[in-house]
């Protein structure tokens, strides 16, 4: 039992961290055989293993990513672009290729200069990204972000009464609470979920944390616009809101029904 349970925990960790279950097996190593603590040993257990994976996240992995071309997006000294969660940081799910770390940076940068004066400027609140090793490496749940080239980026939100807008998102993740069609736009997501049940599966894990915020479409229209002017190839997101926002460029495009949802976020990519 102790074996299974030990071989699900390997699974888990590399699936969410990529590296979790290598830094694991070596904690395993040096417990049982180095280290060999004789009192405490299950707190001693679990705070090695912390400080193990502490040292690898933030010493290890960084140099050995950038031989990969890839770089973690900026979540200290921040400015113009930060992560919605811990959780994609501290699980090294915020890795890209230096092209789109420079691109992002300089979409951030102008996004926030031109709302300075109005709001005292804005950050970009940036969601999944890639994994830092391994072209094809799979970042469950996602399809594509497996080469450093993808970036999930939050809608912009604002308050109840649309005073201000907020570098927040309504829910924990910043997926899975939709901003749905409205009456007249194109229903993509109906037509989606007649055949494909897991289109709109991002809902389970869309945990609300801030009910009073509302989606801001100037805002996120306006985001939308440097995305199509900067050097992004690809942008995708649902229909309606492409038909809501009356853009029109060649980069938007629709992700297919096999993907999931995606009126909770907004994906780029680079060639």
């Known amino acids: 039992m102790k074996i299974f349970l030990r071989i699900v925990w390997f699974v888990m960790l590399t699936v969410v961290t990529q590296v979790g279950g290598l830094v694991y097996v070596i904690h395993l190593v040096l417990y049982h055989k180095v280290w ?74 102008d996004f926030s200069n ?37 970036l999930d980026l939050a809608f912009r939100y604002n308050s109840n009464d649309e005073s201000s807008s907020k570098n927040q998102t309504r829910s924990l993740l910043g997926y899975g609470v939709y901003e749905e069609p409205q009456e007249g736009e194109i229903d993509q997501t109906a037509i989606c979920k007649r055949t494909r049940w897991q289109y709109d599966i991002t809902k389970y894990i869309g945990i609300p944390i801030h ?46 029904c096999h993907a999931v949802r995606h009126d909770d976020h907004i994906h780029v990519q680079i060639p």
């Not at 200290?76 to 230096?98: D, G, M, S």
């Not at 031109?114 to 400027?121: I, N, P, V």
């Not at 199509?228 to 009356?246: A, V, W, Y």
């Open 211 to 256: 009910s009073t915020l509302r989606y801001d479409g100037a805002e996120t229209e306006r985001l939308m616009s440097l995305l199509i002017d900067s050097d992004i190839e690809k942008i995708f997101i649902e229909p309606h809101l492409k038909q809501r926002m009356g853009l029109f460029s060649d980069k938007i495009r629709f992700h297919g």
């Open 114 to 150: 031109q709302s300075a004066d109005r709001m005292g400027g804005l950050t970009l609140n940036y969601l999944d990204a890639n994994f830092p090793f391994m072209d094809g490496f799979p970042l469950i749940p996602h399809l594509s972000h497996n080469d450093g080239k993808k």
């Open 36 to 109: 060999k603590p004789k009192k405490w040993k299950w707190l001693k257990r679990q705070a090695s293993f912390v400080l193990l994976y502490a040292f690898v996240w933030l010493i290890v992995i960084p140099p050995l990513a950038k031989l990969n071309n890839r770089r973690p997006l900026p979540y200290i000294n921040i400015t113009t672009l930060q992560p919605q969660n811990w959780f994609t940081v501290f699980c090294n799910r915020h890795y890209v290729h230096e092209d789109l770390y420079y691109t992002m940076e300089a979409v951030s940068e």
